[in-house]
């Protein structure tokens, strides 16, 4: 499916009055920003080109997350529960080729902003040679595009900025997110693909593994620091964005689901000491 928007995203869709001219045929797509939190920074799922996040056709027979779903399967291996949070983030209007058919028109592509489940960013191999476009797809930081290391084409970069901007301002509302994505945080012996050698064998390896191999990873046991909790906050941002620390940790405690241990445990994250321990909580999840 290729497509070229027609103006910037914009707000919720509200019902037109009967007397608005309407297109004889709207097309109603889905694109679908999967957002994941990878070695502890913030990372999206794009296509190959024009780097957009991926898009889908909602048909007549489903409703519109229907097809937020059907993408997530489409592209993840772990597709079932994978999403921790699900936004509606907007729209746009954009001129749409449906792929493998001569239907092309006026669409509206519904913007969706979804943060994955800690561990559940594993890809379906081969997905760079399968037949459907859309589904041509990589992880990539979103600190490089920011940047500008990372170029994307004009008629994609508002609907991923719109996508991103809903997913931060919901995390900085809601910092809850972050304690529940840490206590899910299992240990994950995956492939880790960003530390690893990224020649063409290694890749080519990578994408022929067969499924069986991979095992779904386990949930965590609800342990978390505020020291890693902060950290996993902080990668949802931009380097330069100014946090007050105290006050994080303020609202981290008055959210009333953190029991605290008799014990501390080692920090997770980034952090240039890996011996720092820190005080431990276990996270009480809905109905405990």
């Keep these: 499916m290729s497509s070229t928007p027609l103006s910037g995203p914009k707000a ?15 097309i109603v797509t889905a694109s679908v920003a999967i957002f994941a939190i990878r ?57 749409v080729h449906v792929w493998g058919s001569k239907e092309q028109g006026t669409a509206v592509s519904l913007i969706h902003s979804v943060l994955l489940r800690a561990n559940r960013d594993e890809l379906r191999p081969n997905l760079k040679t399968h037949a459907v476009p859309s589904l041509h797809v990589e992880w990539t930081p979103v600190m490089e595009i920011e940047s500008n290391r990372r170029a994307l084409d004009p008629e994609v970069h508002p609907v991923l900025q719109v996508a991103l901007h809903t ?18 945080m299992g240990i994950y012996q995956g492939t880790n693909w960003w530390t690893q050698d990224t020649s063409a064998p290694a890749q080519a390896s990578k994408e022929t593994r067969p499924i069986s191999i ?45 029991e605290p241990l008799d014990e501390e445990r080692p920090v997770r994250g980034r952090e240039l000491d890996w011996r720092r321990v820190s005080r431990a909580y276990h996270y009480r999840a809905q109905g405990e």
């Design 12 to 26: 919720p869709i509200t019902t037109q009055p009967a007397r608005d001219n309407v297109p004889r045929r709207l």
């Design 167 to 184: 997913l931060r301002s919901q995390v900085q509302r809601n910092p809850h997110i972050v304690l529940q994505y840490l206590a899910d």
């Design 39 to 95: 070695d502890w920074s913030l990372w999206v799922l794009l296509r190959d080109g024009p780097w957009g996040p991926p898009m889908r056709l909602v048909l007549g027979t489903e409703s519109v997350t229907d097809a937020v779903d059907r993408t997530i399967e489409a592209l993840l291996i772990w597709p079932t529960d994978a999403s921790l949070l699900r936004l509606q983030a907007g729209w746009q209007e954009q001129q």
């Design 214 to 258: 991979l095992k779904e990873p386990a949930s965590g046991d609800g342990i978390l620091t505020l020291a890693e909790a902060a950290l996993l906050y902080r990668a949802f941002f931009p380097p330069d964005e100014q946090i007050d620390l105290s006050n994080l940790r303020r609202r981290f405690l008055t959210i009333n689901k953190l």
